[in-house]
């Protein structure tokens, strides 16, 4: 089974810095995706970004961007210039592509990080 | 395109009694997956339908059931209702199954269950 482990539980940044998230995960997949989703204290949770497997670009949106590293099956992300409106639950997802289980297991979710934005 | 939607958004019940819980996808999207959140297990999969047929299925006990209507809509059944199974119920649609591959799934704003 696959695991996705987050290993900061909190962290904490200044507005207008730029904080890392972690995540690690370990698959025998070579096909797969890769997800960080936000959960504000709404509850609602919210798609931030996604990665392919195949592609070896580092998927980026606005002010996020992850780094891949698909040997080390790590997969961080990067936000810059963080906003008073970023603070929420980070979690990473892992979930296999067609060729590898198709999801079979849903989407497998690490344990989160919560960030904290200080103004 | 209007969001996916959770009915009823807070639920109080007592143990012993069943609950039945409604996801709306977003327009066009086929599949509905079904996860529970809690404070010590985190997210953890409970289901997945597409067409109206459940295709996958996490490691819950069988109280917990579900199925698919022809629009697409779907419902989460809880019966037998343990203290345990106060958690937040999330459902996510996405355009296809899973097992096609990697769709992004879109989350609704979930169903928060307590059991006394």
């Known amino acids: 089974a696959q695991t996705v482990t987050q290993s900061q539980p909190e962290m904490s940044v200044q507005e207008a810095e730029t904080v890392t998230l972690s995540c690690t995960y370990d698959?025998?997949?070579?096909?797969?995706?890769l997800f960080w989703y936000k959960q504000p204290p709404s509850r609602q949770m919210i798609l931030v970004i996604r990665?392919?497997?195949?592609?070896?670009q580092n998927a980026t949106e606005n002010r996020f961007s992850v780094n891949f590293q698909k040997a080390a099956k790590s997969f961080s992300l990067k936000i810059s210039d963080s906003q008073l409106g970023d603070a929420a639950m980070y979690f990473c997802?892992?979930?296999?592509?067609?060729?590898?289980?198709?999801?079979?297991?849903?989407?497998?979710f690490g344990k989160g990080t919560h960030l904290i934005i200080q103004p | 395109k209007a969001g996916v939607t959770q009915t009823p958004r807070y639920l109080i019940k007592t143990r012993g009694q069943q609950v039945t819980l409604s996801c709306s996808p977003i327009?066009?999207?086929?599949?509905v997956s079904w996860y529970q959140q809690t404070p010590g297990q985190g997210l953890q999969f409970l289901f997945e339908?597409?067409?109206?047929?459940?295709?996958n299925k996490g490691n819950f006990p069988g109280r917990f059931s579900g199925r698919q209507f022809s629009n697409s809509r779907s419902e989460m059944n809880v019966s037998t209702l343990e203290l345990g199974d106060s958690a937040l119920y999330l459902c996510?649609?996405?355009?296809?199954?899973?097992?096609?591959?990697?769709?992004?799934?879109?989350f609704g704003p979930g169903t928060r269950l307590t059991v006394l």
């Open positions: 997802a892992y979930i296999g592509g067609m060729y590898s289980g198709g999801g079979a297991d849903g989407l497998t």
């Open positions: 698959t025998s997949e070579s096909d797969y995706y």
């Open positions: 990665q392919e497997a195949y592609k070896q």
């Open positions: 327009s066009g999207h086929r599949s």
């Open positions: 996510a649609s996405s355009p296809k199954s899973p097992a096609l591959g990697g769709d992004t799934q879109y």
């Open positions: 339908y597409f067409s109206e047929t459940q295709r």
